[in-house]
C-alpha cells in the first residue's frame, strides 16, 4: 500500500489496518532497515522536535508521515529512552485534527514547566486554494505521558513584513520569561529569525526579528535553535537557497550555526562570527538540541534533506536521526562528539596496526555491516590514504585524507543505490595537519564520520548491496602507518 501523492493529506484513521499492516510488512522486508538509529515503523521521518529530560527519561519527538515516504500529513511521533541509544516508541504524540493544524503538525520544541511538559509547535493549514496559513501551537504532557492540545492557537497570524513561511519554534526559558526563536522569511523572500515571547507559555507576544549581519542568506531559515555555552551565544540553522562557494553549501539545503555575544534580548540583537556549516556530508538537516541534567548540550538532527528521494522509498519508508552529539565549544567552533553512552553497544573487539605503502589492504575481523571503527593514520609520505568499508567488487564507500588538496574527502560515488547525485557524489573540506583519527558509525544504510575529535563531521545514507561488508586500508603515492580498533554493533 502506497497512497499517490495527490492524496498525501489523507488521516491515518482514514485507512484501513490491512493496508497498514501490508505497509509495515513491506518496510520490515527493506535490507536497508537501520539497526541503532532512530527510524519510523513506516512512511517518512523528518525533523527531530521537542528533544528533552522530562520525569527522569529523555524524550524526542519526530516529524511523521506514517502513509508513505513523502511529505503528507504531518504527526508528531514520540519515542524515549533512559540511555540515549535504546529508544522506546510510544506513539503518535501530536494529531493534525484541529482548525489550527489540519494540515499537519509541524515543528517545535518542548519545555518543563510546573510539573508538566509544553510542546510548542506550528500548526499548518491550507485553505481551498491551498494557500498556507500556520499557527501557533501548544501541548501539554503530564506525567503519566498523556497529551492534551489547547483547543486554539496561541499566535493566528503571521507578523506584518513576513510570508506564511513562519515556523519552527524552539523554546527556553531566562529568568522568569519563556522566549522563543522562530525561522521566517521576509516578504521580500529572503531569510531571517523572529523572537517570541510569554510568561505563561499559553499566551505569545511577537517581540520582532533578531538583528544579524546575514541579512541577504538565503530565501528562508528553518528550524532555528539558540542557547549559551561558555559565555557565549550560538545560533543553529538551517538556511535554504544559499549558492555553493568552493567546497561549501553543497547540499540542496544546508545547516550550521553562527557564534558571539549573546543574545541582546532587550535589542533583539545577536552580534556574532561568520556562519560554519554543521556537517560536511550529505544527509545532515533541522539539528535540534537540548541541555540534559548533566549540563551537556545534546544535538540530534534528521539524517536526510527535503526534496531529495531515497533507495529505501521503494519499501514505503524513508529517512532516520543522527546518533545523539554532545557539543563543546573550541576556539569560535561547535566540537561534536558521539555520546559515550553508545559504547554499551560494542561488542567483539578486533585490532589492527600495521605499515601501508602503495596497497590496498583487508585485515583479518575487519568486515561488516553494523559497527564502530575508529582509526588512526599517521601520514608518512602517502598522497592519500584512507579507509574503504561497506565495499564489495563492485562497491565502496572512501573516507580519505588527500595530501595534496590537504583535504578530508568522503566518496559515495560507488556506494550502492545513487541519491541526490545532482549534487554530486563528493563532500570536502580543509583541515589542519596531515595525520588524522576517523571515528566512523556505520549502519545498513549510513554512516556517520567523526574526524579528529569532532573536528568535523560527515554524515551520509548509503544504500549498498547487503554482499558488500569488506573493510580496507589504503595508501597511494607513498606510505602511511595506522592503527585500528573495531566494534561490532549486533
Given at each position: 500500500?502506497?497512497?499517490?501523492?495527490g492524496?498525501s493529506?489523507?488521516?491515518?484513521?482514514?485507512?484501513s489496518?490491512?493496508?497498514?499492516?501490508?505497509?509495515?510488512?513491506?518496510?520490515?522486508?527493506?535490507?536497508w532497515?537501520?539497526?541503532?538509529?532512530?527510524?519510523?515503523?513506516?512512511?517518512l521521518?523528518?525533523?527531530?522536535?521537542?528533544?528533552?529530560?522530562?520525569?527522569?527519561?529523555?524524550?524526542?519527538?519526530?516529524?511523521?508521515?506514517?502513509?508513505?515516504p513523502f511529505h503528507?500529513?504531518?504527526?508528531w511521533?514520540?519515542?524515549?529512552?533512559?540511555?540515549?541509544?535504546?529508544?522506546?516508541?510510544?506513539?503518535?504524540?501530536?494529531?493534525p485534527?484541529?482548525?489550527?493544524?489540519?494540515?499537519?503538525?509541524?515543528s517545535?520544541s518542548?519545555v518543563?514547566?510546573?510539573?508538566?511538559?509544553?510542546?510548542?509547535?506550528?500548526?499548518?493549514?491550507?485553505?481551498?486554494?491551498?494557500?498556507?496559513?500556520?499557527?501557533?501551537?501548544?501541548?501539554?504532557?503530564d506525567?503519566?505521558?498523556?497529551?492534551?492540545k489547547?483547543?486554539?492557537?496561541?499566535?493566528?497570524k503571521?507578523p506584518?513584513?513576513?510570508?506564511?513561511?513562519?515556523?519552527d519554534?524552539?523554546?527556553?526559558?531566562?529568568d522568569?520569561k519563556?522566549?522563543a526563536?522562530?525561522?521566517?522569511?521576509r516578504?521580500?523572500?529572503?531569510?531571517?529569525?523572529?523572537?517570541?515571547?510569554?510568561?505563561?507559555?499559553?499566551?505569545?507576544?511577537?517581540?520582532?526579528?533578531?538583528?544579524?549581519?546575514?541579512e541577504h542568506?538565503g530565501?528562508m531559515w528553518?528550524?532555528p535553535?539558540?542557547?549559551?555555552?561558555d559565555?557565549?551565544?550560538?545560533?543553529?540553522f538551517s538556511?535554504?537557497?544559499?549558492e555553493?562557494?568552493g567546497?561549501?553549501y553543497q547540499?540542496?539545503y544546508?545547516?550550521?550555526?553562527?557564534?558571539?555575544?549573546?543574545?541582546?534580548?532587550?535589542?533583539?540583537?545577536l552580534?556574532?562570527g561568520?556562519?560554519?556549516?554543521?556537517?560536511?556530508?550529505?544527509?545532515f538537516?533541522?539539528?535540534?538540541?537540548?541541555?540534559?541534567?548533566?549540563?551537556?548540550?545534546?544535538?540530534?538532527a534528521?539524517?536526510?534533506?527535503p526534496?531529495?528521494e531515497?533507495?529505501?522509498?521503494?519499501?514505503?519508508?524513508?529517512n532516520?536521526?543522527?546518533?545523539?552529539?554532545?557539543l563543546?565549544?573550541?576556539?569560535?567552533?561547535?566540537?561534536?562528539k558521539?555520546?559515550?553512552?553508545?559504547?554499551?553497544?560494542r561488542?567483539?573487539?578486533?585490532?589492527?596496526a600495521?605499515?601501508?605503502?602503495?596497497?590496498?589492504?583487508?585485515?583479518?575481523?575487519?568486515?561488516?555491516?553494523?559497527?564502530?571503527?575508529?582509526c588512526?593514520?599517521?601520514?608518512?609520505?602517502?598522497?592519500e590514504?584512507?579507509?574503504?568499508f561497506?565495499?564489495g567488487?563492485?562497491?565502496?564507500?572512501v573516507?580519505?585524507?588527500?595530501?595534496?588538496?590537504?583535504k578530508?574527502?568522503?566518496?559515495?560515488?560507488?556506494?550502492?543505490?545513487?541519491?541526490?547525485?545532482?549534487?554530486?557524489?563528493?563532500?570536502?573540506?580543509?583541515?589542519a595537519?596531515?595525520?588524522?583519527?576517523?571515528?566512523l558509525?556505520?549502519?545498513?544504510?549510513s554512516?556517520?564520520?567523526?574526524?579528529?575529535?569532532?573536528?568535523?563531521?560527515?554524515?551520509?545514507?548509503?544504500f549498498?548491496?547487503?554482499r558488500?561488508?569488506?573493510i580496507?586500508?589504503y595508501?597511494?603515492?607513498g606510505s602511511?602507518?595506522?592503527?585500528a580498533?573495531?566494534?561490532?554493533?549486533l
Amino acid at each position: 500500500m502506497a497512497l499517490p501523492r495527490g492524496k498525501s493529506y489523507i488521516r491515518l484513521d482514514q485507512v484501513s489496518q490491512e493496508d497498514i499492516d501490508n505497509l509495515i510488512i513491506r518496510v520490515n522486508s527493506c535490507t536497508w532497515r537501520q539497526t541503532f538509529h532512530i527510524q519510523p515503523v513506516s512512511g517518512l521521518l523528518n525533523d527531530p522536535n521537542g528533544f528533552c529530560f522530562y520525569n527522569g527519561e529523555y524524550h524526542l519527538y519526530y516529524q511523521w508521515h506514517p502513509l508513505g515516504p513523502f511529505h503528507g500529513l504531518k504527526y508528531w511521533y514520540h519515542t524515549k529512552s533512559t540511555d540515549l541509544v535504546n529508544w522506546t516508541n510510544v506513539g503518535i504524540a501530536i494529531k493534525p485534527d484541529e482548525y489550527f493544524d489540519s494540515h499537519g503538525a509541524y515543528s517545535g520544541s518542548a519545555v518543563e514547566h510546573n510539573g508538566n511538559l509544553y510542546l510548542l509547535y506550528t500548526g499548518n493549514t491550507r485553505d481551498e486554494n491551498l494557500v498556507r496559513h500556520p499557527y501557533l501551537c501548544i501541548a501539554v504532557m503530564d506525567e503519566d505521558g498523556n497529551i492534551i492540545k489547547s483547543k486554539k492557537s496561541v499566535l493566528n497570524k503571521v507578523p506584518e513584513g513576513y510570508t506564511e513561511h513562519f515556523r519552527d519554534p524552539k523554546l527556553w526559558k531566562a529568568d522568569d520569561k519563556f522566549y522563543a526563536v522562530i525561522g521566517a522569511q521576509r516578504t521580500d523572500k529572503t531569510g531571517g529569525v523572529c523572537l517570541l515571547s510569554s510568561s505563561d507559555l499559553l499566551e505569545w507576544k511577537f517581540e520582532g526579528e533578531l538583528a544579524t549581519n546575514l541579512e541577504h542568506f538565503g530565501f528562508m531559515w528553518e528550524c532555528p535553535d539558540y542557547f549559551e555555552m561558555d559565555d557565549k551565544g550560538i545560533l543553529i540553522f538551517s538556511p535554504q537557497g544559499l549558492e555553493p562557494v568552493g567546497d561549501l553549501y553543497q547540499n540542496i539545503y544546508q545547516a550550521g550555526y553562527v557564534v558571539g555575544e549573546k543574545l541582546d534580548l532587550q535589542r533583539r540583537e545577536l552580534i556574532h562570527g561568520d556562519f560554519i556549516e554543521l556537517d560536511r556530508g550529505f544527509d545532515f538537516y533541522a539539528p535540534h538540541t537540548m541541555k540534559d541534567p548533566g549540563g551537556r548540550r545534546l544535538m540530534v538532527a534528521w539524517m536526510g534533506l527535503p526534496e531529495i528521494e531515497y533507495p529505501s522509498d521503494i519499501n514505503g519508508w524513508a529517512n532516520c536521526l543522527t546518533i545523539m552529539r554532545e557539543l563543546s565549544l573550541r576556539d569560535g567552533k561547535l566540537i561534536q562528539k558521539p555520546v559515550p553512552e553508545l559504547q554499551s553497544l560494542r561488542k567483539n573487539k578486533v585490532e589492527a596496526a600495521d605499515i601501508i605503502r602503495d596497497e590496498n589492504k583487508m585485515v583479518d575481523g575487519f568486515s561488516g555491516v553494523t559497527y564502530e571503527l575508529v582509526c588512526e593514520f599517521e601520514q608518512g609520505d602517502a598522497l592519500e590514504y584512507g579507509i574503504e568499508f561497506r565495499a564489495g567488487a563492485e562497491e565502496k564507500t572512501v573516507i580519505k585524507y588527500d595530501a595534496i588538496q590537504k583535504k578530508i574527502i568522503l566518496d559515495r560515488t560507488l556506494s550502492g543505490k545513487v541519491i541526490g547525485s545532482t549534487y554530486g557524489t563528493e563532500r570536502k573540506c580543509r583541515i589542519a595537519g596531515d595525520s588524522h583519527k576517523f571515528q566512523l558509525f556505520v549502519d545498513s544504510s549510513s554512516v556517520e564520520i567523526f574526524v579528529d575529535d569532532g573536528e568535523e563531521t560527515f554524515t551520509a545514507r548509503i544504500f549498498p548491496d547487503i554482499r558488500s561488508q569488506e573493510i580496507r586500508f589504503y595508501a597511494m603515492g607513498g606510505s602511511a602507518e595506522f592503527k585500528a580498533v573495531k566494534w561490532d554493533y549486533l
